[in-house]
């Protein structure tokens, strides 16, 4: 029994070699297409965004006004200032201040998609960046929170300063989307889709065309043929 199922699942696996052998040309043309529609989507259909960062440090006291008797030390307690800051900034009043500073009409609700923040694990750096369609506005935005951020915060948490330590610098190359990336993507997709549908339409092809689909698929024997008369 152990040696009739390892058998079929020897002629399975060589049938599958034998239908993507037969049909490469399909596999090739499908995964060049593939590879060829994601690329000319992600160059040509896909508006490009371009990212500016400016980080923060933040400079704490060791003692928490919230809780005196917890005696953080200045880094935790920087961290958790960090959690509250990303709060404040992403607030409608610090958006509005922003996009005054600007002179941009640009709303609350814009600026808030247009900015992300994050605190950097296990230090008191905290990070914001801008992405826009525009290399520009995206420096431009990451600039004012620069200059307008520590103060708007600072007046909100008087144990702890905003600094400015790393300024925003104008993007030379997109951010979105990756061009080589998302071909290589497309590459890998169409390989597969192409390597299936190969597969598979052997595996629906139920047509006896040789000698050997005979006596592969009934225990029969081959007592003579029909020539093939020109």
Known sequence: MKKETDQTVEISLLDMLSSLKNHIALIILITLLSAGIFWAINKFVLVPTYDSTVQFYIEASTTDEDNPSLGLQAVNLA???????????????????????????????????????????????LQASVRTTSPELSLEIAQKIAKTAPKAMNEVKANA??????????????????????????????????????????????????????TKNFDIKIIGIVPKIK
């Open 161 to 214: 300063t905003l600094i400015v330590v790393d300024q925003p610098l104008l993007a030379k190359e997109q951010s979105t989307p990756n061009v080589m990336r998302n071909t290589a993507l497309g590459f890998v997709l169409g390989l597969f889709l192409g390597s299936a549908l190969a597969v598979l339409r052997d595996i629906l092809d139920i047509k006896l065309k040789t000698e050997e689909d005979i």
């Open 79 to 125: 961290q958790r200032i960090a959690n509250t800051y990303i709060e404040l900034m992403t607030t409608n009043s610090f958006l509005d201040l922003l996009s005054a500073e600007t002179g941009l009409d640009l709303s609350a609700a814009e600026l808030r998609e247009m900015i992300t923040y994050r605190s950097i694990q296990d230090t008191e750096i």
